[in-house]
């Protein structure tokens, strides 16, 4: 079975198994759940919602009837005993009228007789006689505070008008509130009329929500009393049904009769209950929410037949993901694995392409990363075989020539000491100069032989004392314009190794400076201090043990950076790599080591060396290397 197949068959049964097993175990309890949910927070929560606008309304009444006991206005008409009628009535119609545009309000004195009648704020109107009972006009302290008073016909209408008809436009909820004098003296009444007309509208914009967003066209809100056995309702969105009894009284909560499901919530106490002593009992106005089961129901229904399309849609959507998936994870293998192959046989310059999912793209990155280092560790191998093959070259190379020199020399002097003719002696002279160049370039040989042997690391010095010296050798030239700039900003700063070697590159690189710049050399020399925040990832790694004979530094926080500039011919078309090969050489006569120890002094303490163009023309070589302050531990 290939690795594609048991793929997407691991994918489909890890998505399968878990949905059928949700689908056959789950649908029962889902469904009984859901229709329980249902009931208790969709019925109980649109009843909810309906008592808080309607203790809204209850409020808002108490507050306007409150604003009148308080108004100057309106008491100084009571003083007067309703002479300053014309003025009451022009401030009501600019300001309170305002207040009060779908309700009436009428002004009682002391003993109960109107002093100012309102009807849906317009003031005029006639009042039913007897439409007020003597304890509405009680002095009685108990009595003095705010008082919802029960529903009854509207005081503006006949008897037989309000009593014949079950429009709730035709029926108030009266709120009485006693106006007083400063010294808490009883000077009249305020009643406020709230029509149960706007209680009416905020039930059927309930029911409006049942009909036209839920579909539920057999939903009834109503508005009823309960307590002390009855169950009256005061409004409903069936007109038929208003002043109807419950039949049985419904309880606080929901109650499920039948193929009838109720949701019943309570108005708040203070905004709901009527004064006893106003001929009403002390009970409790609730809200309640009535819709048919199967219809309520037919809506879960219809859901979870969509929930179990829908679950078959995204299994099906889930297998092709899967498959998609499983092809595309495959291909991207394949490619690894293709690319594996070469590696192995040694074709390390190749390189994946870092597509596909997540994992995909990070095992190809950590092949790329794996070729990268291969690569350069063939490359670093190939460098130390060269390396140690120019070492081995350079033993045999200084031993065969140095061997005849030393011979060859005794005779050439013996000869210009003897009485040879003239023309002997210069040839004789010839030799000897010719001799003095082989042996600078058996010197060069050793030197590069000796390079490989283990750096002696344990002298430490001050890089300022490097700079000292290249100043005493060269700064008294009149023919040269030298310039050294440093860095003074770590006067404490230290590097470890061999400093007469090191002395020696820059002498070395200064003088390659000065031959390469013409008759009037001009040479800038900067030294500063670098502080490593995160490796670098320029730097070569420290070659092996093996390759210079001792473990060197290790890297350090700390890096102090040299760079020679001049205005030579520069090095622009060169390859840089090659510059620092052995008997790779720019001038006539060089024997092209100058460099190659110059790069095997700096690595060997840790160092790196680089050779470039400079801006305008000219050269730079930069030398890195580590370095700590005084009195810390060394790299």
């Not at 120019?390 to 200084?398: E, P, S, Y």
Request: glycine share 10%; aromatic share 6%; charged share 25%.
């Amino acid at each position: 079975m290939s690795l594609r197949t048991r793929l997407l068959l691991g994918l489909s049964l890890a998505v399968a198994v878990p949905l059928l097993a949700f689908w056959v175990l789950g649908d029962h309890e889902i469904r009984r759940r859901t229709r329980e949910n249902l009931i208790v927070h969709l019925l109980r929560g649109l009843a909810r919602e309906t008592s808080e606008r309607l203790r809204e309304q209850l409020l808002t009444s108490r507050g306007i009837a409150e604003l009148f006991s308080v108004d100057d206005h309106t008491r100084a008409l009571l003083r007067t005993g309703g002479r300053g009628r014309g003025n009451f009535e022009s401030w009501f119609l600019r300001v309170a009228g305002r207040l009060v545009p779908t309700g009436s309000f009428v002004l009682f004195d002391a003993e109960g007789r109107p002093l100012f009648l309102a009807v849906d704020g317009a003031p005029g109107g006639t009042l039913r006689e007897g439409a007020f009972p003597a304890p509405w006009f009680s002095s009685d302290p108990e009595l003095l505070g705010p008082r919802f008073a029960p529903v009854r016909v509207s005081p503006f209408v006949s008897e037989e008008a309000g009593s014949s008809s079950r429009d709730p436009s035709r029926l108030v909820l009266p709120l009485r509130i006693p106006i007083l004098e400063d010294d808490m003296r009883l000077l009249g009444f305020g009643v406020y009329f709230l029509p149960l007309g706007n209680l009416q509208a905020d039930l059927e914009r309930t029911r409006k929500v049942f009909v036209q967003e839920m579909g539920v066209k057999s939903a009834q809100v109503f508005l009823f009393l309960s307590g002390s056995g009855e169950g009256r309702i005061l409004l409903h969105t069936d007109r038929g049904r208003i002043g109807a009894r419950l039949d049985p009284p419904l309880a606080l909560g929901f109650t499920k009769r039948g193929k009838r499901i109720y949701g019943v919530e309570a108005l708040s106490p203070d905004a709901a209950r009527p004064a006893p002593e106003f001929g009403a009992d002390p009970l409790f106005w609730r809200v309640g929410v009535v819709a048919d089961e199967d219809e309520i129901f037919q809506s879960v229904d219809a859901l979870g037949s969509f929930f179990w399309i829908l679950l078959a849609g995204i299994l099906a959507t889930t297998l092709g993901m899967a498959s998609l998936i499983s092809w595309m994870a495959t291909r991207s293998l394949r490619g690894l694995e293709s690319l594996a192959a070469e590696l192995g046989e040694g074709h390390l310059d190749v390189r994946a392409k870092e597509e596909g999912p997540q994992e995909v793209r990070s095992l190809a990155s950590s092949l790329n990363r794996m070729a990268t280092r291969l690569e350069q560790d063939r490359e670093r191998l190939r460098a130390a075989e060269r390396d140690r093959a120019w070492t081995k070259m350079a033993r045999q190379v200084a031993h065969e020539i140095k061997n005849p020199l030393q011979p060859l020399r005794l005779h050439a002097e013996l000869i210009q000491r003897s009485e040879a003719a003239p023309q002997a002696k210069e040839s004789a002279g010839t030799i000897l100069r010719q001799v003095a160049s082989l042996q600078r370039i058996v010197e060069d040989f050793q030197e590069f032989a000796r390079a490989s042997e283990p750096l002696d690391m344990s002298q430490e010095f001050a890089p300022g004392e490097l700079l000292e010296e290249l100043r005493a050798l060269y700064g008294a030239d009149p023919g040269l314009r030298l310039e050294i700039e440093e860095d003074g900003s770590c006067p404490d700063l230290r590097l470890r190794g061999d400093p007469q070697r090191l002395q020696q590159v820059l002498i070395n690189a200064l003088k390659n400076a000065i031959e390469a710049s013409g008759p009037e050399p001009e040479i800038r020399i900067l030294s500063r201090v670098q502080k490593e925040e995160s490796p670098r990832a320029g730097l070569q790694e420290p070659r092996p043990r093996e390759e210079r004979g001792g473990e060197g530094p290790k890297a350090s926080s700390l890096r102090w950076i040299l760079e020679i500039q001049d205005r030579g011919c520069g090095v622009e078309g060169l390859d840089p790599d090659a510059l620092f090969e052995p008997y790779f050489s720019t001038k006539r006569g060089g024997t092209g080591l100058g460099l190659a120890l110059a790069r095997r002094h700096i690595e060997a303490a840790g160092g790196r060396i680089t050779l470039g163009p400079r801006s305008g023309g000219g050269a730079v070589l930069r030398i890195e290397l580590p370095a700590f302050r005084s009195g810390e531990r060394a790299p």
